[in-house]
C-alpha cells in the first residue's frame, strides 16, 4: 500500500509538470513572433510581370539572446509559409529560392541554420535592413529586387545579321523549325562555352559525345527555346490567351534571342511549385546558379529555365 501511495504522488507529481508545461507553450507570447512573420497580407500588384510591390509590415522582433537560433528557427517555417505576392498571385514560402539565396549570400549552410541566419543578417544591414537574421517579406523582396537588377536591361529587337540559326542537336526537341532555333550570336557562343564547361564536369554526369560534346540523347542544359520573333510571340499569345504571362509576355526578353530556357528537369517551362522544387534541387540547375554568371548568363529568379544573356561575364569565385 504504501508502495501504491508513493507511486500517486509520483504520477501527481508529473501530472502537475506537464499541465504547467502546457500552459507556458498555449501562452500567446510564446510563439507570437513566429506568427506575426508568417500571417503577412498579400497585396495586389500592377500587372507587369517583373515587377514585385513591396509590402509593408511589422518586423518581427529580432532575436534576442540565443545567438541565431531563434532567426534559424523562424527561417525554417518562413522558407515554407512565408505568404507574398507575386504577378498578382499569393506565393507559399521560399524555399524554392534557397539555391538563389545561398549564392547571393555566399553560404553554403542549409537556411535553418545559424550560419545562414547570421549570413543574411549580414545583407540585410547592407541592404539597409533590420539585421534580424529571419528572411521575412521585406527581405525576400529586397533580394528578388537585387536578382531583377541584374537581368537584361537591352530590349532592343535584333537584326537578321546578329541572329544565327542554331543546330537541331542543341534543342530539347531537336525537330524544331529553323526559325524557331535563331539565337542571338554572342548569346549562342557564350551558350556553348558554358555548356562545355558542364559537360566537363564530372560532377553533372552528363552525357557526353566522344569528342566531349553533350551527347544528343541528354536533355540537361539542351535549348528549350531562344529567340521569339514579335510576329511568333503574337502567335502564341492568340493561340494560349490562358498560358503563364511571364512566358508570353509583351516585351519578353526572347525577343532579344538573348534570352535561353534551358532544359533543367522535370516539366521543362511548368511553373507549378512542385515541378519548380524538383527543377531547383536538380544538379544541373544547382551548377547554373553557381556558375552561370562566368558565362555572362543571369537568371530570372521565379523560371528556374530562364537565363539571360548581359554579356557581362563575372570572375569566377
Ligand atoms: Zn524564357
Keep these: 500500500m504504501i508502495g501504491n501511495k508513493k507511486d500517486l504522488l509520483i504520477v501527481s507529481l508529473m501530472l502537475a509538470i506537464l499541465a504547467t508545461l502546457a500552459c507556458v507553450l498555449a501562452w500567446p ?3 507570437q513572433g513566429m506568427a506575426q512573420a508568417v500571417k503577412t497580407q498579400p497585396e495586389p500588384v500592377g500587372s507587369t510581370t517583373n515587377t514585385v510591390k513591396k509590402t509593408i509590415q511589422p518586423l518581427a522582433s529580432a532575436p534576442s539572446n540565443s545567438g541565431w537560433a531563434s532567426a534559424a528557427q523562424q ?3 518562413l522558407s515554407l509559409q512565408l505568404t507574398w505576392v507575386f504577378g498578382g498571385q499569393e506565393q507559399r514560402g521560399w524555399v524554392l529560392y534557397t539555391p538563389l539565396i545561398a549564392r547571393t549570400l555566399d553560404i553554403e549552410a542549409g537556411a535553418d541554420t545559424g550560419d545562414f541566419a547570421q549570413a543574411l ?10 539585421a534580424t537574421g529571419t528572411l521575412d517579406t521585406d527581405t525576400l523582396y529586397q533580394l528578388i529586387a537585387a536578382w531583377q537588377a541584374h537581368r537584361l536591361k537591352d530590349h532592343t529587337y535584333p537584326t537578321p545579321d546578329q541572329l544565327i ?9 531537336p525537330e524544331r ?3 524557331l532555333r535563331q539565337v542571338e550570336k554572342n548569346t549562342y557562343a557564350a551558350y556553348k562555352r558554358m555548356v562545355a564547361a558542364a559537360t566537363a564536369d564530372p560532377s553533372l554526369g552528363l552525357a557526353k559525345t566522344a569528342t566531349g560534346e553533350l ?28 498560358a503563364g504571362r511571364a512566358q508570353l509576355a509583351v516585351n519578353s526578353p526572347h525577343a532579344t534571342g538573348r534570352a535561353l530556357d534551358l532544359y533543367v528537369g522535370g516539366e521543362p517551362v511548368s511553373t507549378r511549385d512542385a515541378n519548380r522544387a524538383l527543377q531547383t534541387q536538380t544538379r544541373v540547375y544547382q551548377w547554373l546558379v553557381h556558375n552561370a554568371a562566368r558565362f555572362g548568363f543571369q537568371p530570372y529568379y521565379y523560371e528556374p529555365w530562364h537565363w539571360e544573356y548581359t554579356g557581362q561575364e563575372a570572375a569566377a569565385r
Design 121 to 130: 543578417a549580414r545583407w540585410q544591414r547592407g541592404a539597409n535592413l533590420p
Design 29 to 31: 507570447g510564446y510563439s
Design 165 to 173: 540559326t542554331a543546330p537541331p542537336m542543341d534543342f530539347y526537341a
Design 177 to 179: 523549325p529553323a526559325e
Design 215 to 242: 551527347a544528343p540523347t541528354e536533355k540537361y542544359l539542351k535549348i528549350i527555346s531562344a529567340f521569339r520573333s514579335k510576329e511568333y510571340q503574337d502567335q502564341l499569345r492568340q493561340q494560349n490567351p490562358q
Design 75 to 77: 527561417n525554417a517555417l
